[in-house]
């Protein structure tokens, strides 16, 4: 029976995409970076949207991979606002894969990406807080 942990978000996902051949390594695995990639790309689309402009990676923490992902796959990237600073932003990235002819679904893994927003002149800009029932305000 899986638990709450072996179950993907009730959010729609940011990114989902089908695992290609050209994704893989010579032995046809699918590359870590291309997952990374993926991961990196939903949170700079949360990140983006909650500061309305440009927003750019700095940090990455506690990626480990879970399972494999294999050609063929439809993996799903999960990404949610987490916190906020003055002008970076944490962001709480999970990847899933489903194989292309089943219905259940894997963690293949998870990380916290962190983002600063960046105006014009490409320096730190301030962003929104984040909102929550705390502050009187809608969840992100």
């Known amino acids: 029976m899986k638990t709450l942990d072996d179950l993907p978000p009730e959010h729609a996902p940011t990114v989902r995409v089908v695992a290609m051949p050209a994704d893989t390594n010579p032995y046809g695995d699918i590359f870590g970076g291309w997952l990374l990639s993926m991961m990196d790309s939903a949170a700079g ?3 983006s949207r909650h500061s309305s ?14 399972r494999p992902v294999f050609v063929g796959d439809e993996v ?50 301030r962003v929104p807080p984040l909102q929550t029932p705390d502050n009187g305000q809608e969840a992100a």
């Open 45 to 47: 689309s949360v990140a």
């Open 53 to 66: 402009g440009r927003a750019v990676t700095i940090a990455v923490d506690g990626m480990a991979f879970l």
């Open 76 to 125: 799903s990237v999960y990404a949610t606002l987490i916190a906020t600073g003055r002008t970076s932003m944490k962001i709480e990235v999970e990847a899933w894969r489903r194989a292309r002819h089943d219905e259940a679904s894997y963690k293949v893994t998870q990380a916290t990406f962190t983002f600063v927003a960046v105006g014009e002149d490409r320096q730190p800009r």
